[in-house]
């Protein structure tokens, strides 16, 4: 009897490491895939700066803002 209780806490412990691990390792790919976005994010925020630059010459030859 003095071994169950031993087993089961056992078995409970283990359990709880194989879901810390599999959180740890989602974690990991979720820090990966942000990463990625951001860097995504940042490219994107790239063109549009350089877009709204192209925007202003045009303005600025046209006459449409004062140069």
Known sequence: ???????LMLAILRKLDLRTERMAE?????KIRLT???EGLAGVNRRVDRIENRL???????GLIDA
């Open 56 to 62: 202003e010459k045009i303005e600025k030859r046209l």
């Open 36 to 38: 990625s976005v951001e």
């Open 1 to 7: 009897m003095v071994e169950e209780p031993d087993n």
């Open 26 to 30: 989602d974690i990991h790919d979720m």
